[in-house]
């Protein structure tokens, strides 16, 4: 059976043929990454962890920016090509549901699914705590809340794109206010994008050692005939702190707690100058893919040392081939993830 994507065609995504240089797994990085460098907007300073979409032909996205006072907001941005971003110089004017104005504090990684005809925008903030914050609109103008989906502590909430079995789905990495020195993927669901409930649990952080520490949620899992392809980043330990790479697994798509397979090793690990050299060094932190259904590529947009913006390929068939060619799966991957 031949791998497929099941979803639109985005023939004008961005794209560059693999290079001809050894990799070290099946993505390779854009040639003239960074795509968003320092200084992106008035009173930002760096711009990274953010999500895009295909919209009305063009591209649209949420973004991180790290204002120069320090603390992060979502902004909106919008690109023809998915590689010049134009990031707004205000804040995204949240709301809340009477139209008044509700932005979240300390507002970071966002990601930006769309789900039948709504686009929505969940991020990490403070509510008491590390917590999950999310927005929707359908008209990029106006971004109206929803309630906060867990109580903390919560990080790296992800959507599927489509309801499964008629409920919303939801990614989350529960966590603790700080750096959090642990971290398993859990999957939760709602009939309403308020009430969440029918919590699972996904996997666990790896036992590969460039995910022992901890894992969480990254870009929103594509759809394919094999099942959910999801690219989430693992956390290794070394005695200068974290190293965040990208890696992959594939989720039953009726039942996404259950993990069909695992790849043991990273699909993309730091090793240019803006991932092993920022604010942060030695971090890739996915958010968000492009794809095509009709070619089977796929661009992944990560952040890329608490700093910048990275851009990485892969085609569909050797991504798919590669994690199943590597995978291992535990019975805690495999099983429902209940007790
Ligand atoms: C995590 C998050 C990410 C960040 C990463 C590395 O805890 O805060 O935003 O990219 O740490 O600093």
Request: with cysteine; net charge negative; hydrophobic share 35%.
């Amino acid at each position: 059976m031949s791998v497929k994507i099941i979803g639109p065609d985005v023939p004008n995504m961005p794209w560059q043929d693999k290079p001809s240089t050894p990799q070290a797994g099946p993505l390779w990085r854009y040639s003239e990454n960074p795509v968003i460098g320092r200084n992106p907007a008035p009173g930002v300073a760096r711009i990274f962890n953010s999500a895009v979409l295909p919209v009305g032909g063009k591209f649209a996205g949420v973004f991180r920016g790290e204002q120069t006072d320090g603390v992060p907001h979502i902004y909106w941005g919008e690109s023809g090509d998915g590689i010049q971003w134009d990031i707004s110089n205000e804040r995204i004017p949240f709301t809340d549901e009477k139209g008044e104005p509700f932005l979240p504090r300390y507002a970071y990684d966002p990601r930006f699914i769309k789900v039948e005809d709504t686009y929505y925008a969940i991020w990490c903030q403070d509510f008491y705590g590390a917590s999950i914050g999310m927005a929707k609109t359908t008209d990029f103008k106006t971004f109206t809340r929803l309630e906060n989906p867990f109580i903390p502590y919560n990080r790296n909430a992800v959507l599927f794109p489509r309801k499964i079995n008629g409920n919303f789905v939801l990614l989350s990495r529960p966590s603790d206010s700080g750096h959090t020195p642990f971290g398993d993927i859990f999957v939760s669901e709602s009939p309403d994008m308020v009430y969440w409930g029918k919590h699972r649990h996904v996997m666990g952080r790896g036992q590969a050692w460039w995910e022992s520490v901890k894992i969480g949620g990254g870009a929103a899992p594509i759809e394919t005939n094999e099942g959910w392809l999801m690219f989430y980043h693992g956390v290794s330990g070394t005695c200068n702190g974290f190293v965040y790479s990208i890696g992959g697994a594939i989720l039953d798509i009726d039942n996404p707690s259950m993990v069909k397979y695992r790849c043991r090793r990273f699909l993309l690990t730091p090793e240019e100058w803006y991932e092993e050299r920022g604010f942060v060094p030695n971090v890739i932190f996915p958010c968000a893919t492009l794809h095509d259904a009709a070619t089977g590529r796929i661009a992944v947009y990560y952040g890329a040392a608490d700093s910048y913006v990275g851009l990485a390929f892969c085609k569909l068939d050797e991504t798919v081939a590669y994690i199943k060619e590597h995978s291992s799966v535990t019975e805690e991957d495999t099983e429902i993830g209940i007790r």
